[in-house]
């Protein structure tokens, strides 16, 4: 009987102490529970917070994409308005382009209709000599023959890439000087015969097609009006840039040495005649001519005359000492002018 009750007691021990790790089990599970309840209740708390803001961007992204829609149809009528705008205005300029065509047109068949009437010789106006000076004996125009025109040319080269706009012979006739749209001056020496051309020197640094060349008297220093409103001049020897004449509001038609060499008479499309000085390096006189300047002339045989002539076809005589100017009026514009070395307006 007491063997029995031992067994008993001891078995009964046993049990409680497995109910106690039970009971330890249990409370550990139950906070364990606790916790994940707690962390539920925090990822629940966190997750509607993350869709709280996912249908906040949702409504944003909606009214984005209405925006978006709404610029899309805007940009698509403006490409619309600007393509109408653009067919509009290249049927303005066609237009505007047929009519140009049909004045010049009309302007050439009027120049060729006039060209076939017989015209009385163009005086221009004597220029009175200084009070220091003899009256003149002659004027220094004359009145010339029959015209001469020329039919074969007795040498041809290529002188530049693009188009040639201007051309002189040095004074001692040993060099040509060409200007060209690839804005180069280029130095040729040619035979006595004419029928030769080589390459002296290509004088560089203007920044537009050329307009004009000249040589001084010493057939070194040549001179060019270009498109980019300046003139320049080069020594060919060293083939320096010694004077850069800046100061034209428009491109240069043409720039050209007066008698002593030591001035140049520059004519522009902005409408003005500039003197310039060389020693100072200075324009020292603006000619107001009202009309663009296409060419000039000056020189020993004209005195203290400048000759320009313009686009509103007219030549304009300017007196060198007083800036005063006299003008007789042509039947088309000038682009050109030259004159036939004779006697001087003070002789």
Same mark, same amino acid.
């Given at each position: 009987?007491?063997?029995?009750?031992?067994?008993? =007691?001891?078995?009964?021990?046993?049990?409680?102490?497995?109910?106690?790790?039970? =009971?330890?089990?249990?409370?550990?599970?139950? %906070? @364990?529970?606790? #916790?994940?309840?707690?962390?539920?209740?925090?990822?629940?708390?966190?997750?509607?917070?993350?869709?709280?803001?996912?249908?906040?961007?949702?409504?944003?992204?909606?009214?984005?994409?209405?925006?978006?829609?709404?610029?899309?149809?805007?940009?698509?009528?403006?490409?619309?308005?600007?393509?109408?705008?653009?067919?509009? #205005?290249? =049927?303005?300029?066609?237009?505007?382009? !047929?009519?140009?065509? +049909?004045?010049?047109?009309?302007?050439?068949?009027?120049?060729?209709?006039?060209?076939?009437?017989?015209?009385?010789?163009?005086?221009?106006?004597?220029?009175?000599?200084?009070?220091?000076?003899?009256?003149?004996?002659?004027?220094?125009? @004359?009145?010339?023959?029959?015209?001469?025109?020329?039919? &074969?040319?007795?040498?041809?080269?290529? #002188?530049?890439?693009?188009?040639?706009?201007?051309?002189?012979?040095?004074?001692? /006739?040993?060099?040509?000087?060409?200007?060209?749209?690839?804005?180069?001056?280029?130095?040729?020496?040619? +035979?006595?015969?004419?029928?030769?051309?080589?390459?002296?020197?290509?004088?560089?640094?203007?920044? /537009?097609?050329?307009?004009?060349?000249?040589?001084?008297?010493?057939?070194?220093?040549?001179?060019?009006?270009?498109?980019?409103?300046?003139?320049?001049?080069?020594?060919?020897?060293?083939?320096?840039?010694?004077?850069?004449?800046?100061?034209?509001?428009? +491109?240069?038609?043409?720039?050209?040495?007066?008698?002593?060499?030591?001035?140049?008479?520059?004519?522009?499309?902005?409408?003005?005649?500039?003197?310039?000085?060389?020693?100072?390096?200075?324009? !020292?006189?603006?000619?107001?001519?009202?009309?663009?300047?296409?060419?000039?002339?000056?020189?020993?045989?004209?005195?203290?005359?400048?000759?320009?002539?313009?686009? %509103?076809?007219?030549?304009?005589?300017?007196?060198? @000492? &007083?800036?005063?100017?006299?003008? !007789?009026?042509?039947?088309?514009?000038?682009?050109?002018?030259?004159?036939?070395?004779?006697?001087?307006?003070?002789?």
């Amino acid at each position: 009987m007491t063997t029995v009750l031992k067994a008993k =007691e001891v078995e009964l021990a046993q049990k409680d102490g497995r109910c106690r790790e039970l =009971e330890k089990l249990t409370t550990s599970l139950q %906070d @364990r529970l606790t #916790a994940c309840e707690h962390n539920l209740a925090n990822a629940n708390r966190v997750n509607q917070s993350v869709m709280d803001e996912n249908q906040t961007l949702q409504l944003l992204c909606n009214t984005q994409q209405s925006k978006y829609q709404d610029l899309e149809a805007e940009f698509e009528y403006i490409k619309q308005q600007l393509l109408t705008y653009k067919t509009k #205005a290249a =049927e303005d300029l066609n237009d505007e382009n !047929i009519r140009i065509k +049909k004045h010049r047109e009309e302007q050439l068949k009027k120049q060729q209709e006039d060209a076939l009437k017989p015209k009385a010789p163009v005086v221009p106006p004597h220029v009175p000599p200084s009070k220091d000076t003899k009256p003149a004996s002659e004027p220094f125009y @004359r009145v010339l023959g029959p015209a001469i025109y020329p039919s &074969t040319p007795c040498h041809t080269f290529e #002188a530049h890439d693009v188009e040639v706009s201007a051309l002189c012979f040095s004074p001692d /006739g040993n060099y040509l000087a060409t200007g060209g749209g690839d804005k180069m001056v280029k130095v040729w020496n040619v +035979k006595q015969d004419l029928r030769t051309a080589d390459l002296k020197c290509s004088l560089s640094g203007s920044g /537009g097609g050329i307009m004009s060349v000249q040589f001084d008297q010493s057939s070194k220093t040549v001179l060019a009006a270009s498109n980019d409103s300046m003139a320049r001049i080069w020594t060919i020897g060293d083939l320096i840039t010694r004077h850069t004449l800046a100061g034209h509001s428009g +491109k240069v038609m043409t720039a050209k040495f007066m008698e002593d060499n030591n001035k140049v008479v520059t004519g522009s499309h902005d409408r003005t005649l500039k003197i310039w000085d060389l020693q100072r390096g200075a324009c !020292i006189r603006t000619l107001f001519a009202g009309s663009s300047c296409n060419d000039v002339i000056t020189g020993k045989y004209l005195g203290s005359t400048i000759i320009s002539g313009h686009f %509103d076809q007219r030549l304009r005589f300017w007196d060198e @000492r &007083t800036y005063n100017a006299s003008e !007789i009026a042509l039947e088309g514009k000038i682009t050109s002018l030259d004159y036939l070395p004779g006697k001087r307006v003070s002789d």
